[in-house]
């Protein structure tokens, strides 16, 4: 028998959730670790477990169904899908980049994408990759009506523009290609520092729509700004800043407001933080909405966006971990709807990819779409209160920056008068420190390294050019110090080493000797452990005591003065607490970074 959903009672037999109940019982719990008492308001529990974004955006502990967004999925604001049909459960664009300066070597690696899953190609031309002039053969046998191609050449734009304008009408293909000229003036001043001059860009707008209909001409690259350290919204602002700049110069060279929609496309980054990378996506479509609404646009404006998974959170140690990386940040594009994904292969950050790491790059998105079946369903994240109130509130903090963006006199001002780059240099400063105390851990990097891998060698990848914004990356402070580890280890024969002196059973100091033990690799360092007696055979000249607080009280000072006595120079202890001959404490929170610096410089290990 059906029973038709308004009957459909699923929590009948419990009684309603209330508010006031479920703080009371997080109260208790709060009470036991000390951050509650007996007199903290119940309206001030909820306070005390949420957090806050980089755009101070609260992380609440419960949402509930007043966090819910409006709107249908296929409806403006386009926030929960941008159609709702069942062709648009087919997935989105699996797109490849490609950097090789050979178009030989290009051409044969495009070809192997394309026949393994890859539906479109991302070419990256001039200074960073492959010479402009090399175009037609890296294209040759790839066929322009069906694969999508997106161009990205920086200063060579124009150049690039033309070059394969000529191609497409070579072979005769001017109404069926499709892709993106790739063009970016803003984008460029950004990551270089050039002008921007936004009338080349109108002028090949203007030709797509009048001889290329399925042709973008121009990417609104907001990548750079995520690269230089922003967060988030300010990602989101600049990029919004950036595609209203472009439809203005747009407009004035002769297109409707509905062409010059139509020429844009955006490039986002999504990270292993996946709920934040879903709202992104979400909440760019939510922002581009609100700018069609007010710019006259008709229906079909919706933000067309390729999303790219995170160049600053992949490492060069332990480049492995980079395939968990980009599996969980791809899996966010996907939710968020994405309509087009680029996976950059696990080796990136060590020079160019091999076709391993081009096929694994490939086999994430296909695991994603045909084994988890990720896009057969609509709007996945929908009726998601946290993703709901998260994308909204991340819209908001998107559009304040963008005002303040326009109220500069629009991003190329921004850009000139240092307030971009100024308000990114803050927003890394605030994710440097966390990633420093490792309160964002970096697996393989601040957390859990191998001293003794062996990293896959690649061929150096041609460098893109900079002078603009900073170009960050997550884990390059922890990976300073294990390049300056390894000079040291290469020019004496020896790893810097540091003792753990532990005192007590096993059971007592197994713990905080691994937590120390952990901390030290992240810089490179060494660790042997072992009794006072055994200092003076280690080869260590920084000793660090590990051991429980209670067996500190006892011994503590003794065991410092001991060790000092037998030829160490410093100091340290696993834990808190001050004690006589202990110069320093490691802990959770403390700043690693500075800890790691400091032990090299005692232990000798130039800079």
């Not at 069609?292 to 390729?306: D, L, Y």
């Not at 903090?397 to 971009?420: H, R, Y």
């Not at 420093?436 to 896959?456: M, Q």
């Amino acid at each position: 028998m059906t029973v038709p959903p308004e009957e459909l009672e699923l929590a009948a037999a419990f009684p309603p959730a209330e508010r006031d109940r479920w703080r009371e019982m997080v109260k208790g719990v709060l009470r036991k670790s000390g951050a509650a008492t007996d007199e903290t308001p119940l309206d001030e529990i909820e306070g005390l477990l949420t957090r806050e974004s980089y755009d101070g955006v609260p992380i609440a502990a419960l949402y509930t169904k007043d966090d819910s967004a409006p709107g249908r999925p296929g409806l403006a604001p386009y926030v929960r899908e941008v159609s709702p049909e069942p062709d648009s459960l087919a997935g989105w664009d699996v797109r490849q980049r490609h950097v090789h300066p050979d178009p030989a070597v290009t051409r044969e690696a495009i070809l192997a994408d394309l026949e393994s899953g890859t539906t479109s190609v991302w070419l990256t031309l001039g200074e960073g990759g492959l010479p402009v002039g090399g175009l037609g053969e890296a294209l040759r046998g790839v066929l322009l009506d069906l694969a999508p191609v997106v161009l990205d050449a920086g200063a060579d734009a124009a150049e690039a523009a033309e070059a394969f304008l000529a191609l497409v009408n070579e072979r005769g293909n001017a109404s069926e290609a499709s892709g993106s000229l790739g063009i970016d003036p803003l984008g460029l001043k950004a990551r270089t520092g050039a002008g921007a001059e936004l009338g080349g860009a109108a002028e090949a707008a203007v030709r797509c729509v009048r001889e290329f209909p399925k042709l973008r001409a121009i990417t609104v690259d907001a990548t750079v700004y995520h690269e230089a350290g922003g967060s988030d919204a300010e990602e989101l602002g600049a990029a919004v800043a950036g595609g209203v700049a472009y439809l203005r110069a747009l407009t004035d060279a002769g297109l409707t407001v509905d062409e010059a929609f139509g020429q844009l496309e955006f490039r986002l980054a999504v990270n292993a933080d996946q709920f934040l990378s879903i709202a992104k996506l979400r909440a760019a479509r939510r922002l581009w909405q609100r700018v069609a609404e007010v710019s006259g646009a008709g229906e079909g404006t919706a933000a067309r966006i390729h999303a790219v998974t995170s160049a600053a959170m992949m490492t060069r140690r332990d480049p492995w971990v980079n395939m968990l990386r980009t599996t969980v940040a791809t899996f966010a594009a996907g939710v968020g709807g994405a309509d087009a994904v680029t996976v950059l292969p696990f080796d990136s950050r060590l020079g160019l990819p091999d076709d391993f790491a081009r096929r694994i790059a490939r086999n994430t998105q296909t695991l994603l779409l045909e084994e988890s079946s990720l896009s057969r369903v609509i709007d996945p994240a929908g009726g998601s209160w946290y993703v709901e109130r998260l994308t909204e509130d991340l819209a908001q903090a998107a559009w304040t920056w963008f005002t303040e963006i326009e109220k500069a006199g629009g991003l190329a001002a921004a850009l000139d008068s240092g307030l971009v780059a100024d308000r990114l240099a803050a927003t890394w400063a605030r994710r440097r420190k966390d990633l420093a105390r490792r309160k964002a851990p970096l697996t393989g990097v601040s957390e859990f390294p191998n001293l003794t891998e062996t990293l896959p060698e690649r061929a150096p990848a041609p460098e893109r050019p900079g002078g603009g914004l900073p170009v960050v990356r997550y884990g390059q402070d922890f990976e300073a110090l294990r390049d300056r580890s390894d000079a040291h280890a290469d020019a004496s024969g020896d790893r810097p080493k540091v003792f753990l002196a532990t005192l007590g059973p096993i059971a007592v100091h197994t713990a905080r000797a691994t937590f120390a033990a952990n901390l030290f690799q992240a810089g490179g360092i060494e660790t042997v452990s072992g009794s006072i007696e055994d200092f003076a055979g280690s080869g260590a000249a920084v000793a660090c005591v590990c051991s429980s607080d209670r067996v500190y009280a006892d011994e503590a000072a003794a065991t410092a003065r001991a060790l000092k006595d037998a030829g160490a120079i410093r100091v340290l202890l696993a834990g808190t607490g001050s004690y006589d001959g202990v110069d320093a404490n490691v802990f959770a929170g403390c700043d690693a970074v500075d800890v790691l610096e400091t032990t090299l410089d005692d232990l000798g290990v130039n800079r």
